[in-house]
C-alpha cells in the first residue's frame, strides 16, 4: 500500500538532507501513517483506514462523520 493518509491525502514531500559541510542530498519526509478502525454510527459499520496522527487529533476533535463529510466535499477520501 502506498504511503497517503486517506482522508487528507498527505504524501511523502521531498527535500534536503543537509550535512555538517553543508552537503545537500535528496531524501523523503514521510507523513506518520497509522492504521486506525473507527466505528461510524450513521453506517452501521467498522472500517479501517491509514491516517496520519494529525488527521488523528482532528477526528478527536471534530467527530470521524464531521471529518469524512469534509472529506467527500473536498474530494480527499479514497475509502
Sequence with gaps: MSRVCQITGKRP?????VSHAHNKTKRKFYPNLQ???FYIPEEDRWVTIKVATSTLRTINKNGISNV???ARAKGTLTI
Design 13 to 17: 514531500r521531498s527535500g534536503n538532507k
Design 35 to 37: 492504521k486506525k478502525r
Design 68 to 70: 469524512l463529510k469534509s
